[in-house]
């Protein structure tokens, strides 16, 4: 009963809706075909967005296009610029073309490229035909030569590649007043393709030049899928690769990008965290909106870098709570106002007819009013108009419009009467250098001109109503940025380092960028740098210079390092090394005083005096360790090799008399009295000993080497890995012999000798032995300016320990013990030995 009423309502009420809807989409679906034409011996085509996109969803809106769309006031004007600057070439006096009129047919794309197609394809109708793209340029053809013969537009680059691609089979010649993305300068892609505004490859550089001219480290980048989005993002990604500028986040739009979609609550969160000290929107106005809502309801403040689609959008800008965003830098081509077009528009209603003005008429339901307008206060209606005139991409147009008219007249050879040619290629109008109104304007081998940028600033003081455009500086293509001399006020204000997580870094501290974000920590310089804070980079210093570690911000001089003459351990060595040269001396001269006496011959006669001989040069080699190296200081080591191995071979030769002497065994005494030849032991050892230490000091000479440490510069002896060889070759041999001696020394020691000889030799070359495997590790292993100071510490040790132990106790026996430096103190000491073993001694 009552269920069936209320089914029998809705139903009535869901066919009411369908009806109220069908209406609307019928009636916006009549002005998806919306243009105007205007016949002429030439017809200059036009693409215009007048109806711009407001919803992204694709299904939706390829089923209701137009019902999707609002009519831009802006654009329209865009049009009447067109048709306005065509009129006034027809009606110049003197004629600019001669017998020649221009028309006109504009067509409104909606910004969709499918539509754009459309337009181009009725544009070009006759070139339509798919086979005349089959005819070779150079048989004639009966089909009719083409009414348009150039076409204006498109506004987005996307739209522009689609419309050029088309355009190219025919070649007829497109310009565009907007579109500037980097791609549409391919020219094997898009060989008709014109455009009287820079390409997006200068306005990247000019962003690139602000972002250095304001110091930021730091940028993020929102970017588009589309030509222009895409192409510009990736341009500026590889400027700031190049130029060690921090890219914080990149953010690609998606086609179906809305408030609602993941995209857009993703990008809002990156915004949020973000550490950039500027955003750059590269991206299309309906983008940013949806952008710059989120952020006006998030209550963010940051610095952004506005592209030319929206830095001088009255959209954007009148935006409720727009002040709030933080400030803005813009870019946008540079700006004039076309001649006459504010008394044309204050006037057109006055009689002036087209289709796109009658649709406004209809779509505002508005007339002619005489009422004063309030720009504060824009409004549709017909006394507001003027001041929706914007001076870019108008003046932009109107340039289009007075470079295909001054290409025709070029091409033509008119003069004021007639022109010479009726026929021509559309696509030779490139091939021109015209200046319009100040404005020098030609195309390079891209089909780019050669434009410069106007930089705005967004003034939201709270003095001021609304949001201020101010023009702050310019651009030129290759040229640096410049600004007008009060831009200090603008750096204060863009500096939003506040943003950035960078810390103040102290004198002596560099900055550095934390993994994966763009902050910046502060990290200490080294000991060869220096720095006087906040810079990314730490300064050399000079090759002799460092930087104290509590002064990083400056650089003094290294001091040298070696082992000085006043160190207190080269005190200990020399004067260890006086006293040994010094109690060497006494030796000698009481040896010298007794040198017929047994002692004397027990110790090798003659031989004695080599053996201190060499001591002394041991000694002497101390003092080469000390000081700053020289080329004769680093001798030390080879020199003392020959003075201890002549040291070692005159102990050897004394060893081997003394085993000779006390030997009872017929079979041992007859093999060591072989080896009894004093003079042929000590010039074989030695001499194998001089061979290699002269052979060391002739091929590879140990030189003075300068080594830079932290602080200090350190001079010592250096000593290649050939080097090393010879030394290991000194040592080994030095201590072979070494050894041999103790194991005779080591065998004669129970034998009667009343000085004790061998023991003492033992006990000397037992110490020699453990102070070279001792030394050895040390002097590898150490580093620096004590490493000479054990080299002279270790040969002091090994010469004393002979001097102190063989040759010492005989000088005390001289001086003192007298009573046993004689033959029979000999004699009767031998006896008493072999008494106590029970063995009979004949004395002889």
Known sequence: GCLCFLEVVSLLLAFCLLVTFMSVFHFSSENTDLHAYLDGDVIIGGLFPVHEKTNRTKKMYCLFHAFFCRFSIQTFLRTQVMIYSIQEINQRTPRLLPNLTLGYDIYDTCGDVSLAIRATLQLLKDQSDPQRCLIPAS????????????????????????????????????????????????????????????????????????????????????????????????????????????????????????????????????????????????????????????????????????????????????????KSIGPVFGFIFRQKEVPGFKDYVTSMFNGTTNNILSYYQVFTNSSKDDMKCNCKNKASDPSCLYCHIDHDESYNIYMAVQVIAEGLRILLKCNNQSCERTKFTAVEVKNINITVNDTNIYFDENGDPSLGYDILFWNTSKSKEGVEKIKIGEYWPNKNISFNKDVSQWRTTGNVS????????????????????????????????????????????????????????????????????????????????????????????????????PIVK????????????????????????????????????????????????????????????????????????????????????????????????????????????ESTILYQCNMCEESKKFFAA?????????????????????LPDIYKNASLITVSMVLFLIIWIVFLPIYLT???????????????????????????????????????????????????????KDLSVISS
Not at 185 to 202: A, E, G, I, Q
Not at 508 to 534: A, F, I, P, T
Not at 580 to 586: E, K, R
């Open 602 to 709: 027990a110790i090798g006669g003659c031989l004695c005096y080599v053996e201190m001989a060499s001591l002394l040069l041991g000694f002497c080699t101390t003092f080469t360790f000390i000081g700053k190296p020289t080329p004769n200081s680093c001798v030390g080591i080879p020199v003392f090799g020959i003075s201890f191995s002549l040291c070692i071979s005159c102990i050897l030769a004394n060893l081997i008399q003394i085993l000779l002497g006390f030997s009872f065994d017929p079979r041992v005494g007859s093999k060591i009295k072989k080896l009894n030849h004093p003079v042929a032991v000590v010039v074989i050892i030695s001499g194998v000993q001089l061979g290699v230490s002269l052979a060391w000091l002739i091929v590879l000479p140990r030189l003075p080497s300068v080594e830079q440490k």
């Open 498 to 597: 506040v943003f950035n997580c960078s810390r103040t870094c102290q004198p002596g501290q560099r900055m550095e960028l934390l993994k994966e974000k763009c902050c910046y920590g502060c990290v200490d310089c080294s000991s060869q740098e220096y720095s006087n804070g906040n810079d990314t980079f730490c300064r050399q210093c000079e090759k002799y210079q460092f930087s104290p570690a509590d002064h990083r911000n400056t650089c003094v001089n290294k001091t040298d390092e070696f082992l000085k003459w006043s160190d207190p351990f080269s005190i200990i060595l020399i004067t260890t090394a006086a006293i040994a040269i010094i109690a060497t001396a006494v030796i000698a001269i009481v040896i010298g005083l007794n040198c017929g006496t």
């Open 139 to 322: 048989i004639n053809s009966s089909l009719p030569e083409p009414e348009t013969k150039v076409v204006i537009g498109e506004a987005f680059s996307e739209v522009s590649v689609a419309v050029a691609r088309v355009l190219a089979l025919p070649s007829v010649t497109q310009i565009s007043y907007a579109s500037t993305s980097e791609q549409l300068s391919l020219k094997y892609k898009f060989p008709t393709f014109l455009r009287t505004v820079s390409s997006d490859k200068h306005q990247t550089k000019a962003i690139y030049e602000l972002v250095k001219n304001f110091s930021w480290q730091s940028v993020a980048i929102v970017g588009s899928i589309d030509g222009y989005g895409k192409y510009g993002t990736d341009s500026l990604m590889q400027l700031f690769r190049d130029n060690n500028i921090c890219v914080d986040f990149v953010e690609i739009l998606p086609d179906t990008f809305d408030k609602n979609c993941s995209t857009a609550r993703h990008l809002l969160e990156k915004i949020e965290n973000s550490t950039a000290e500027a955003i750059i929107m590269f991206t299309k106005e309906i983008n940013v909106c949806i952008i710059l809502e989120a952020v006006i309801e998030k209550n963010l403040n940051r610095t952004w870098i506005a592209s030319d689609t929206w830095s001088t959008s009255s959209t954007i800008s009148e935006m409720k709570g727009i």
């Open 730 to 750: 000194t040592i080994v041999y030095n201590s072979f012999w070494g050894l041999v001696c103790f194991v005779f020394a080591f065998k004669g020691r129970q």
């Open 782 to 836: 150490l580093d620096g300016k004590y490493k000479p100071a054990i080299s002279s510490a270790a040969i002091l040790i090994s010469c004393i320990s002979i001097l102190g132990c063989h040759l010492a106790p005989k000088c005390y026996i001289m001086l003192f013990r007298k009573e046993i430096n004689n033959q029979n103190a000999i004699s009767e000491y031998i006896r008493k030995h072999y008494e106590r």
